[in-house]
């Protein structure tokens, strides 16, 4: 028993002097994309309106790999709201990328609670370089919980008519967010008719 407390007792102090922790963050020096789910109408019920089909296919080569700037990157992970009784919008809005990547959709934690997505990505490993869509009006929230400010957003709130936005929000070694911009989308989006 002793020698197990003392290998216990050197191991604990080995990892406390070289910063290795207990348990990994994987949000560590991450690159996350946050978009607004695809547009949406009255008329659409759940789903996406033919404009918001074609922005979700056009994510299929947009976000292929993710150019910005200095930017370039290649997604690994997708994330988006699950799905409520009145949208699935955004598990629509990267299925298509999904499927054409063979990357794993995510979608199983609601957007109004953006800290369960948080604390998932923290805890489970996921690539440097996540791709989450979640409904507008909880973006602020989401902004916030990985420990940015939501006055990104103008007047810290995502506008209803606006579809073509990126949140990039970069985390150092220890997980805090060091930079966060907001971009707009370079890509038209035809309306299908």
Same mark, same amino acid.
């Given at each position: 028993?002793?020698?197990?407390?003392?290998?216990?007792? *050197?191991?604990?102090?080995?990892? /406390?002097?070289?910063?290795?922790?207990?348990?990994?963050?994987?949000?560590?020096?991450?690159?996350?994309? =946050?978009?607004?789910?695809?547009?949406?109408?009255?008329?659409?019920?759940?789903?996406?309106?033919?404009?918001?089909?074609?922005?979700?296919?056009?994510?299929?080569?947009?976000?292929?790999?993710?150019?910005?700037?200095?930017?370039?990157?290649?997604?690994?992970?997708?994330?988006?709201?699950?799905?409520?009784?009145?949208?699935?919008?955004?598990? *629509?809005?990267?299925?298509?990328?999904?499927? /054409?990547?063979?990357?794993? *959709?995510?979608?199983? =934690?609601?957007?109004?609670? +953006?800290?369960?997505?948080?604390?998932?990505?923290?805890?489970? +490993?996921?690539? +440097?370089? +996540?791709?989450? /869509?979640?409904?507008?009006?909880?973006?602020?929230?989401? =902004?916030?919980?990985?420990?940015?400010?939501?006055?990104?957003?103008?007047?810290?709130?995502?506008?209803?008519?606006?579809?073509?936005?990126?949140?990039?929000?970069?985390?150092?070694?220890?997980?805090?967010?060091?930079? /966060?911009?907001? =971009?707009?989308?370079?890509?038209?989006?035809?309306?299908?008719?």
């Amino acid at each position: 028993m002793r020698f197990f407390i003392a290998v216990l007792g *050197l191991t604990l102090s080995f990892a /406390a002097s070289t910063g290795l922790s207990a348990q990994q963050n994987y949000l560590a020096n991450n690159t996350i994309l =946050i978009v607004r789910h695809a547009e949406k109408s009255p008329e659409s019920g759940t789903g996406l309106t033919p404009q918001g089909e074609n922005r979700a296919q056009l994510y299929t080569t947009y976000f292929r790999p993710f150019h910005d700037g200095g930017l370039n990157l290649t997604i690994d992970s997708l994330y988006a709201g699950a799905d409520s009784k009145k949208s699935f919008r955004p598990r *629509l809005t990267l299925e298509p990328l999904s499927k /054409a990547t063979g990357i794993p *959709l995510h979608h199983e =934690i609601g957007t109004t609670d +953006p800290q369960a997505l948080v604390n998932d990505l923290k805890t489970h +490993p996921h690539g +440097p370089h +996540p791709l989450i /869509a979640w409904r507008h009006s909880e973006i602020p929230n989401l =902004i916030a919980a990985f420990g940015g400010s939501p006055s990104l957003l103008p007047e810290s709130r995502w506008p209803d008519e606006t579809y073509d936005w990126v949140v990039v929000l970069t985390t150092g070694p220890s997980a805090e967010v060091t930079s /966060a911009r907001l =971009i707009r989308e370079d890509l038209k989006v035809p309306l299908k008719r």
